[in-house]
């Protein structure tokens, strides 16, 4: 009974299952089952008619899938770096109509940033003679023998940081000039790019 029975199952429409795996004697095995120590080797699934069904392939080594995760994350990093490059790229053709664009665009950046040096160092210049005035003041007092008052004294101290945080500003602001115009250079480059015009082109007045 149990011999004739894959005959009674295939004469039913019942698809019978077969395992091909290679034994440790590198034998190959066709059987209706697979031994568990066979299962990390890989194996094949095959119909009653000999079609494959299923290819499942071994199990992969601590070193392989090592591998195959920094594999993994590389292709996912430059996948990344890709669809990033094309959203800068799409952002600059929005951007920018023609190279020129980007030269106006800079040129107003920096005209911006420029009024902002030239009206913060007039302040500073203010605030250079205030604290002049508060030293002076205090010079007088200590000429004629007085103590200098606390309000005097914190005057004298604010005025001192006013003018080094103003200092840093402008600092910062210059630092920025040198930043905007390495950006918008890049920028250019790659409009061209795009344009498909040469780097090597004469460039509109200002350009630099």
């Known amino acids: 009974m149990v011999i004739l029975l894959p005959l009674i199952l295939m004469q039913q429409g019942w698809t019978i299952e077969l395992y091909k795996y290679v034994n440790e004697d590198g034998v190959t095995v066709l059987d209706s089952r697979i031994p568990t120590r066979y299962v990390r080797s890989g194996y094949t699934i095959l119909s009653s008619d000999g079609r494959v069904l299923e290819v499942v392939a071994r199990a992969l ?26 959203a800068a790229d799409a952002n600059l053709m929005r951007l920018y109509s023609i190279p020129e664009d ?3 665009a800079r040129d ?19 605030m250079v003679a205030q604290k002049r005035h508060f030293d002076a003041l205090a010079a007088d007092v200590e000429r004629a023998g007085g103590t ?31 930043q ?12 061209k790019d795009l344009y498909g015009e040469s780097h090597t082109r004469k460039s509109p007045p200002g350009d630099g």
Do not use: C, P
Not at 153 to 159: E, G, P, Y
């Open 148 to 178: 200098i008052s606390q309000e005097n004294i914190d005057s004298i101290q604010n005025a001192a940081e006013r003018i080094e945080q103003t200092e840093q500003e402008i600092s910062n602001k210059l630092l920025e000039i040198e």
């Open 61 to 86: 080594t601590k070193e392989e899938i090592i591998e195959r995760d920094r594999l993994a994350a590389l292709e996912l990093k430059h996948r990344l770096e890709r669809e990033e490059k094309e």
């Open 108 to 126: 107003s950046k920096l005209a911006t940033i420029n009024g902002f040096i030239k009206a913060t160092r007039t302040n500073l210049q203010r």
């Open 180 to 191: 905007v115009k390495q950006a918008y250079a890049r920028d250019l480059i790659r409009v």
């Open 102 to 104: 980007v030269i106006r």
